[in-house]
């Protein structure tokens, strides 16, 4: 299932002074841009609160209707954003216009879904990669890829190839790359040498040495 677009009211933004841009983040506003492919960028400003629950809500890959003031309203997408760190707010924001018809590449998070078998009988689940490369409309991107690892036992793994074709979008992810893999217990392996490097010959020898010198 495609994202959905939600609505984001923006404020045209003229004044591009620093004492304004000051003022507009003092009342809850992000400064922005909007821009896009043989489109001059537009400055506005929209609520910090507002598209801080739309990112949380909706994810990074939300496809937002934004709704500027005397002028129509673009369907676009979240490029790029700075958050200030101490205050856990978002300071600026770029939004990219989108064409609803057009294929596009983003990043879509993978979400696990089950319990491995090969975990519940003492196996490490190990993810080498949380986000894969999507290809797709923009009103088709997932929000997430669930890839469901109830059946993986110990040894098993899952790569990007193993992934069901999907006719709304085509990740374009190296096949090969390993999403999940079920190890062996690790305080198996390191048992095992321990065992196979038995030493106590070895030191029935030294003391056999040393009798045999004290019997001299």
Do not use: C
């Not at 598209?51 to 309203?73: H, M, P, Q, S, Y």
């Not at 689940?125 to 890839?147: F, G, H, N, S």
Request: charged share 30%; no cysteine; net charge negative.
């Amino acid at each position: 299932m495609g994202i959905m677009a939600v609505k984001l009211k923006a404020e045209r933004r003229d004044d591009l002074t620093k004492s304004y841009t000051k003022q507009l983040r003092d009342k809850g506003f992000v400064p922005s841009v909007v821009y896009g492919k043989d489109k001059e960028p537009v400055t506005i400003a929209v609520e910090n609160i507002e598209l801080l629950k739309t990112l949380r809500d909706e994810g990074r890959n939300a496809v937002i209707t934004l709704d500027v003031d005397k002028g129509e309203a673009v369907q676009v997408m979240l490029h790029e954003y700075q958050m200030d760190p101490l205050r856990d707010e978002l300071i600026h924001a770029d939004f990219y216009v989108v064409d609803m018809s057009q294929e596009m590449d983003v990043t879509v998070s993978i979400q696990l879904e089950g319990e491995p078998v090969g975990v519940s009988n003492g196996g490490v689940l190990q993810q080498p990669l949380y986000e894969l490369q999507v290809r797709a409309k923009p009103a088709d991107i997932p929000e997430v890829i669930t890839v469901n690892v109830a059946d993986l036992e110990i040894g098993d793994a899952i790569s990007v190839g193993d992934l069901e074709k999907v006719d709304s979008y085509e990740i374009t992810e190296d096949p090969n790359a390993t999403i999940v893999t079920i190890t062996p217990p690790e305080a198996e392996e390191t048992l095992e040498p321990a065992e196979d490097g038995d030493v106590e010959p070895e030191l029935v020898d030294q003391k056999g040495g040393q009798d045999e010198e004290t019997t001299e």
